[in-house]
């Protein structure tokens, strides 16, 4: 499973993100870390914006509650999540990821 770090009530993980992608879903990479799939293009942020959009629709949270911190310019992504308690967090990608596949 993914390393998640919890920092009080937010959590902090790395995600690779597949752009233009046929499908949008979160799953288990390779790697055993967190792989968002989305339709949404690499260029002019369109992928990071449509990334905070899934996370933050799929968790229930507003946009604000999703926060990518490194790697805006990279397919793998350093995220924080807070609005909720980090163990429903942490809980609920889990789930997704395990759909996802």
Do not use: Y
């Amino acid at each position: 499973m993914p390393d998640f770090r919890i920092e009080g009530a937010s959590v902090t993980f790395w995600l690779n993100v597949k752009p233009r992608a046929t499908r949008e879903r979160l799953k288990l990479g390779s790697n055993d870390e967190l792989r968002l799939e989305l339709h949404a293009p690499p260029t002019e942020g369109q992928a990071n914006d449509a990334c905070v959009q899934f996370l933050a629709r799929a968790l229930r949270l507003p946009q604000a509650c999703v926060v990518i911190l490194a790697g805006k310019k990279s397919r793998r992504k350093l995220l924080r999540i807070t609005g909720h308690s980090a163990e429903e967090t942490i809980a609920h990608l889990k789930r997704m990821a395990a759909k996802g596949n």
